[in-house]
């Protein structure tokens, strides 16, 4: 297994933009939040294309690099070294069972030779790792948000697979990336894929592939099971689709708002816990004065057949929009939360040309750990009112505002005991008092201390 210390001993000496970092996060989620508002009412999720680099490096970082690799080591040298390079938990897996394609397919277009590597297809995900060669390969010469672009099935709707994207990596022979898919629900079996990469590192061309797969399918266990979790939230288990080395569950959430979100966490009957892969909302709607949600969720762990039950921990996840307040008020003054009881205190602002130093408190945040209360801080960001757009329903228009709105230079705790953080901003030469703020309170609740529901016990049948 790959231990941590190799994983520290890679990381520590990059030189990491913090400020770029946090900003490529928030234009991450904003855009993939936007990206699941407009797909839902289509029953698929497309984020492939609107992630940034630093989202999904963190996303691969989070779950994927820990991976027992020396079966794949020692039974394909080299394709296992290129899964350990990018952290393909899946792959590992599979490889591991044999259950790998390696490929050698080639294309060329304006000076770069494209090849796919390998594939494969669980039913429940769909993968494959590919290498570019040639002089015009160059990372960071690029302005695009990934390293590289593509479109399958000729960009008809099955286009918008759900899907994670690793970013180039350098190798003795070129660069390496892999793609992997999480089919529409309603899919058949694929025995090929049409694959067309159009941008490798800024350099635009048509790399054309109709990549083989060897479809393994899944095994569907009907569940059909209704839990009341609390007041106004319900959970509604209908299928489990078990795979060789994957499981997705199929489950329909009520709630009672807009920003909420049901979250499952599984265990076996021997208490292993399944891993998290990915997570795709496929319908929302309003019923009532309820929000309807299906969704499917993919994890990096396979059911036993001698399993007799799974124990699923849900857990209630809320959300607001950011609450926005003009900077124009004598100080100090209280921006409230519009849905939970969080506020932040501004006690002081200073600006010296175009510096603005900001001192405030946060309210009502003890149930929060001191790394999301950082975070959250670096979040506050200020964007000028004329720039300001709002949607119907008086939320922040996120599209229409990137790129306008501006994080903090530094932000610093101050007095841990009160929550006092202090940030420094950059900005044009107008005074501030033109300038409002945007607060996401909301990521103070989605990571505070969640409210406790009962286990449920879902007996698999036989």
């Not at 000496?13 to 900003?23: A, R």
């Not at 060669?133 to 590289?148: C, F, H, I």
Request: without cysteine.
């Amino acid at each position: 297994m790959m231990q941590k210390d190799h994983f520290y001993k890679e990381i520590d000496p990059m030189d990491v933009p913090e400020k770029e970092v946090y900003q490529a996060i928030r234009q991450g989620l904003v855009r993939g939040r936007e990206e699941v508002k407009r797909s839902q009412s289509k029953w698929r999720l497309k984020i492939a294309g609107s992630l940034s680099v630093a989202v999904i490096i963190i996303f691969l970082l989070a779950g994927f690099v820990f991976a027992p690799i020396s079966y794949a080591l020692s039974h394909v040298p080299l394709l296992g070294m290129v899964y350990d390079k990018l952290g393909l938990q899946i792959g590992y897996q599979l490889l591991e069972s044999d259950l790998v394609t390696e490929l050698n397919q080639s294309a060329s277009s304006n000076g770069i030779d494209m090849t796919i590597t390998s594939a494969y297809y669980d039913e429940n995900i769909v993968g494959l790792t590919f290498r570019a060669e040639g002089d015009r390969v160059k990372l960071g010469g690029s302005e695009a948000e990934t390293d590289y672009s593509y479109h399958i099935f000729d960009e008809s709707d099955q286009s918008e697979w759900s899907a994670t994207l690793t970013p180039l990596q350098e190798t003795t022979d070129g660069y390496t990336g892999a793609i992997e898919w999480m089919p529409p629900a309603e899919s058949s079996a694929w025995s090929s894929i049409p694959l067309t990469f159009t941008d490798i590192t800024g350099v635009k061309g048509e790399w054309h592939f109709d990549v083989p797969l060897t479809y393994y399918p899944s095994e569907e266990l009907t569940i059909d099971s209704s839990y009341e979790l609390a007041e106004g939230y319900r959970l509604d288990m209908e299928m489990i689709a078990n795979g060789k080395v994957t499981s997705t569950f199929y489950y329909t959430s009520m709630v009672p708002n807009e920003m909420d979100e049901v979250r499952l966490t599984v265990f076996d009957d021997k208490g292993e816990r399944f891993m998290k892969a990915l997570v795709e909302p496929l319908a929302t709607e309003v019923e009532g004065e309820s929000i309807r949600q299906e969704t499917r969720e993919l994890f990096r762990s396979t059911i036993s057949e001698e399993a007799a039950y799974l124990e699923i921990h849900p857990v209630i996840v809320q959300d607001e929009v950011d609450t926005v307040v003009s900077l124009d008020q004598a100080l100090p003054f209280t921006a409230e939360s519009n849905r939970f009881d969080y506020g932040i205190m501004i006690k002081d602002i200073q600006q010296k040309e175009n510096t603005l130093t900001m001192d405030y408190e946060l309210e009502q945040a003890t149930n929060v750990k001191r790394d999301f209360t950082d975070n959250f801080a670096r979040f506050i960001q200020l964007i000028h009112q004329d720039h300001m757009v709002t949607g119907e329903n008086g939320e922040i228009d996120k599209q229409e505002t990137l790129g306008h709105t501006i994080l903090s230079e530094e932000t610093r705790l101050i007095e841990k005991n009160t929550l006092h953080y202090r940030s420094t901003f950059t900005l044009p030469d107008e005074a501030y008092q033109d300038y409002l703020i945007t607060i996401p309170f909301g990521t103070l609740q989605s990571n505070a201390e969640q409210q406790h529901l009962d286990p449920i016990r879902i007996e698999l049948p036989e």
